[in-house]
């Protein structure tokens, strides 16, 4: 290469590197990912029931991505954020414009597939989705009848005049806006009908695989609902509320409150979006926009039903096994699969298998029902096991693993668990686990402030013949049977000691107070063996505790009223250097305990490093007889200085001089007396010497 030519390997500067142009903005991204989601969908290699059930998880997501992304950029827009750096994500304005030019394409292309693709073709294998009118007269007889027994009872009509306010309208409910009339009068009426999800969503014709939405039911039965008026016609609608609420963590003195009250504060949050068949009369449209208080741009227009993400059960239960993936059963592990029929003893059964050495299983190949799910179980029946601890963060609604915790609490068991209950969209239905663990005496958390748990670890601790053995699951994904069947995951069961040490640790932080900023560092030299990390703790604690011994000389050689209370400062610290000193030797020794003798002695050395005793090894103050010396900087007017008083309320009396000038000079000398804690005079006279530095 010649020297006059650029180097291609050599590095530019980061600025000019990564252009604008190359960061990808978050929502975008977001969105391209749901993209592949609905590529999903129009795959023809996928059988047509999942590609069905990929619709309805783009829909899902979506649902998602407007209550909590689209919900935050609004909340930004409200607080008049409107300046961010155009060369990253740009103005929330800007945002919201370019994800409704990125949304609205993807929503179309999802109805065209649905509507011109995938329903025929399943049309062809017998299972259709009709409208009213397209089912036989007979059939509209069948349902209007099961309309009058099942449905009729649990709707509720609410009209809007005067007497009668727009009603609330819950975040993702399905409901119908009516136009009435009464006989005589030409001026339509507004009413609105919600589909209550009680109701099933799609309603079957009697012995066929012929299903009709919920809303056409409703819409062609609707003068049951409005006797003696005309009813004109009907349009299903949809909003979706902001779900980014905020809180703040730090300042909340019960977090499940806090909690609680963000699950209440959403239910009346804004509406981020409206969703309306097409068609709806312009103005039907502008009586939502004012009573929903939104504008144009968030209204998405579609064509055939909405909340498509209610066909995931509909996919699943239709009796067409042809039309779905084959089925897939997991496999027991092969170390698990030779002790099942062992409940009890090291020898055998689940705490057999995994003290025999590391078990690493792989989910879905590997069955979660026959490894961590049994696991759970079998420590909560086990007689031998004295506590469990775990941590969740998502699970399923009838939880094999919780009702086996519920059962070893009410065994008398030692049960902790650590459930977040901030898990997005699923907050109150760990509440709910959360309360019917506390319900049977279990000892429950609920995460960390500030931050979301989402380690996978059970702790179980287990009585044999050795003494007490420690057995540990971490893992990824969740403590969930059902996703554990479609999502790919590793779990790690060991016996390991040293694991198991840090685990305890752990659970210990997540329930007590343990410095969270101590357990980060020491996790970052995590991967240097104990012997190096002792001899460098060994190293600082050693210098660290020959300062704090000069300091002790220092203050000896004084001699100064002062002597008693650094002495006991120093001592202490010293003591605390000791400990570190102590901690670092145990784990040179290979010792796991000595990084908790070391990390206890750190705390407690931190409180003497603040009482001040490190002013007299710096030498700011200094003591003679009743003289007590400031240096004031650079010839300032005042200074402020502590002064101990033997007998006085506080202990420690703090002054400030006046700012006159002559308090400055060298050697000037003034008597005053000082104040006690809570104002309180205290008749004692001192000299203090203000020198200039």
Known sequence: MSVSEPNPFRMEPLKKIVEA??????????????????????????????????????????????????????????????????????TPLQQLAAINAKARPMVARQRRLLNHELLPALRQHGLEMLSWDELRAGERRQLSEEFDRQFFPVLTPLAVDPAHPFPFISNVSLSLAVSIRSPGDAAPRFARVKAPHILPRWVQVPKTLRFVPLEEVIAHNLDRLFPGMEVVESYPFRVTRNADVQRNEETAEDLLEAIQEELRERRFATVVRLEVARGMPRWMLELLFEELEIVESEVYEVEGPLALRDLIPLAGSVPLPSLRYRPWTPATHPRFSHSEDEETGVSGGVFGAI??????????????????????????????????????????????????????????????????????????ANIEWAEALEGVGAHVCYGVVGLKTHAKIALVVRQEKEGLRSYVHVATGNYNPETAKLYTDLGLFTVDQEIAQDVAQLFNMLTGFASIFLLSALALMGHQPAVA????????????????????????????????????????????????????????????????????????????????????????????????????????????????????????VNTALPTAATYA???????????????????????LTIRQL
């Open 21 to 90: 142009t190359d960061l990808l903005n978050r929502e975008l991204s977001w969105l391209e990912f749901n993209a592949r989601v609905l590529h999903e969908a129009a795959d023809a290699a996928n059988p047509l029931l999942e590609r069905l059930k990929f619709i309805a998880i783009f829909d899902s997501n979506l649902d998602e991505f407007f209550m909590k992304r689209v919900g935050g950029l609004k909340q930004q827009l409200a607080s008049n954020v409107r300046e961010l750096d155009p060369g990253t994500d740009g």
């Open 355 to 428: 003290a025999a050495g590391d078990i690493l299983v792989h989910h879905p190949y590997d069955s979660f029902a026959t490894s961590v799910q049994r696991f759970i179980e079998a420590a909560a029946d086990d007689p031998a096991v004295f506590a469990i601890k775990q941590t969740l963060y998502r699970t399923s609604a009838e939880s094999p693993n919780m009702q086996a915790l519920i059962r070893a609490a009410e065994a008398r068991k030692q049960i902790a668990v650590t459930v977040e209950i901030k898990a997005r969209f699923d907050e109150a």
């Open 533 to 652: 990390l002792g001899v460098e703790w060994l190293v600082v604690a050693a210098l660290a505790l020959a300062i704090n011994t000069y300091g002790y000389i220092q203050a000896f050689r004084l001699r100064s009223s002062l002597y008693a209370l650094t002495l006991i400062r120093i001592v202490g610290g010293s003591l605390c250097y000791l400990a570190q000193l102590v901690g670092a030797v145990l784990l040179i020794c290979g010792i796991g305990v000595g990084i908790t003798v070391g990390a206890v002695a750190v705390v407690a050395t931190f409180v003497y490093l603040i009482s001040g005793s490190w002013l007299l090894i710096m030498g700011t103050i200094t003591t003679a007889d009743s003289l007590v010396a400031c240096a004031v900087n650079g010839g300032a007017a005042f200074a402020t200085i502590g002064i101990v008083q033997p007998g006085s309320a506080a202990g420690q």
């Open 665 to 687: 000079n060298e050697n000037d000398s003034v008597a005053f007396t000082p104040s006690g804690a809570g104002g309180a005079n205290i008749s004692a006279a001192f000299s």
